[in-house]
């Protein structure tokens, strides 16, 4: 019997369709698990409670599928450091989000977390990759732009009653939150796209509630593992658990193979979808100012993904 062998060679990447199809899907969903959570911490269940419900059931789907598919979880000489850094980098994004969320507007925390394609993109640079070219940070910028007045940022930041009193703190976990999570992307990418995706994924969901659990145990976040008062309040910590995992499955498989310092600027369409979740489920209305946004944010979106044959061989030629 051949003796096993790890990958020698990065996957080919998808198609840049199906990779923004995907994309799409995934910010969606992580939009979709941010009203829930909202709804459930109305509803008084703590942070870690969330935290914790989303990992184990994603560890449940995951473990299963490496069982079944019988997986080693061995992992190529000088990986294990990366992918304890990735854990924990994944666990310091959950714990910041969702207590930013906590602490400010749902939608402007969303807003200052959605900057990670940027820092993203820089790293990947800082790091020795391809430099932005113009036009992508031109369209960058027109998205930030239109996600400014889809999420009604100057309104919210001019009402000090909407904002409240913990804001500045909320800001800064969600910029830490969108910074966290650009770095584990990055490892995700470069240092561990030869680990076998399922792998990667149940040892990083495997290491985030191993942490929380422990946090929690500690004491470490007062009040984190408060139950919801209602069923309304279960019935959302279901749905986070099932938009979560699906998204965390999908995209930390996937993630190698999706060029993300290219195509990661997608996703800023969780924001949007966010607010119009919010409409259907909270019954929150769409200003004009909003709408307009809106329009300028999916504009900037199909000008990414439109690319003319030159640009196309000019952009792959940096790459």
């Given at each position: 019997m051949p003796r096993p062998t790890f990958a020698q060679t990065v996957p080919?990447?998808?198609?840049?369709?199906?990779?923004?199809?995907?994309?799409?899907c995934m910010g969606c969903a992580f939009a979709g698990n941010h009203v829930a959570a909202r709804v459930a911490f109305d509803d008084g269940a703590g942070v870690l409670l969330a935290i914790l419900m989303r990992s184990g059931g994603t560890l449940l789907v995951l473990a299963s599928l490496v069982?079944?598919?019988?997986?080693?979880?061995?992992?190529?000489?000088?990986a294990w450091r990366w992918q304890l850094l990735l854990g924990l980098l994944i666990t310091a994004q959950s714990l910041c989000l969702y207590s930013a969320v906590a602490r400010v507007p749902v939608a402007l925390a969303l807003l200052v977390a959605n900057v990670f394609p940027i820092l993203l993109a820089l790293l990947t640079w800082a790091l020795g990759g391809p430099r932005p070219t113009a036009r992508t940070?031109?369209?960058?910028?027109?998205?930030?732009?239109?996600?400014?007045?889809?999420?009604?940022?100057?309104?919210?930041?001019?009402?000090?009653?909407?904002?409240?009193?913990?804001?500045?703190?909320?800001?800064?976990l969600a910029f830490c939150a969108a910074s966290v999570f650009a770095c584990a992307l990055w490892i995700t990418d470069h240092k561990l796209s030869q680990v076998r995706g399922?792998?990667?994924?149940?040892?990083?969901?495997?290491?985030?509630?191993?942490?929380?659990?422990?946090a929690g145990l500690t004491g470490a976040l007062p009040g984190g593992l408060n139950l919801p008062a209602t069923s309304t309040g279960w019935l959302a910590l279901a749905t986070l658990v099932v938009l979560y995992g699906t998204g965390?499955?999908?995209?930390?498989?996937?993630?190698?193979?999706?060029?993300?310092?290219?195509?990661?600027?997608?996703?800023?369409?969780?924001?949007?979808?966010t607010l119009l979740m919010g409409w259907i489920v909270l019954d929150q209305m769409l200003s004009a100012g909003q709408i307009l946004g809106g329009v300028i944010v999916v504009t900037?979106?199909?000008?990414?993904?439109?690319?003319?044959?030159?640009?196309?061989?000019?952009?792959e030629a940096v790459v």
């Open positions: 080919p990447p998808f198609p840049r369709h199906l990779a923004l199809i995907i994309l799409l069982l079944w598919q019988r997986q080693s979880l061995r992992l190529p000489a000088g940070a031109t369209l960058m910028g027109l998205i930030l732009v239109g996600l400014v007045f889809v999420l009604d940022v100057p309104g919210r930041l001019s009402t000090t009653t909407s904002v409240g009193p913990q804001w500045l703190l909320g800001v800064a399922s792998v990667r994924s149940l040892l990083t969901i495997f290491i985030v509630f191993s942490s929380v659990n422990l965390f499955i999908v995209l930390f498989i996937s993630v190698p193979r999706l060029d993300m310092p290219r195509n990661a600027p997608v996703m800023n369409i969780e924001p949007l979808a900037g979106i199909v000008l990414l993904t439109y690319r003319k044959s030159v640009i196309k061989a000019d952009a």
